[in-house]
């Protein structure tokens, strides 16, 4: 089991940034891939980013460009800095990870984006 625990949320204004962090414990080991996903009110979870135990990168279209995903393979976490927020970013952001049998979600975090 994974356990996922994240920090960071909170009020920004647009065109302002915003940094998540995400930290693991329980059977680190076993993480293959972590990263973020959102859910707007009324609207489905989708992806955000992930990095692979690899390293490598995944985003959303309409993130791209406007954050940047990392991993610290040491400490078992998993940031998100996000820049040039919209309203439209506004979302309960949920740290993601999977092994090869299960997936694993934090608690999620509030991100609002208003003036």
């Known amino acids: 089991q994974v356990q996922l625990v994240e920090s960071g949320g909170g009020l920004v204004q647009p065109g302002g940034s915003l940094r998540l962090s995400c930290a693991a414990s329980?059977?680190?080991?076993?993480?293959?891939?972590m990263g973020w996903y959102r859910q707007a009110p009324g609207k489905q979870r989708e992806l955000v980013a992930t990095i692979s135990r690899g390293a490598s990168t995944n985003y959303a279209d309409s993130m791209r460009g406007r954050c940047t995903a990392s991993r610290d393979y040491d400490k078992n976490t998993v940031s998100l800095q996000m820049n040039s927020r919209k309203p439209e970013d506004t979302a309960v952001y949920y740290c993601y990870a999977n092994d090869a049998y299960n997936v694993y979600w934090g608690q999620g975090t509030q991100v609002t984006v208003s003036s």
């Open positions: 329980g059977s680190i080991f076993s993480i293959v891939v």
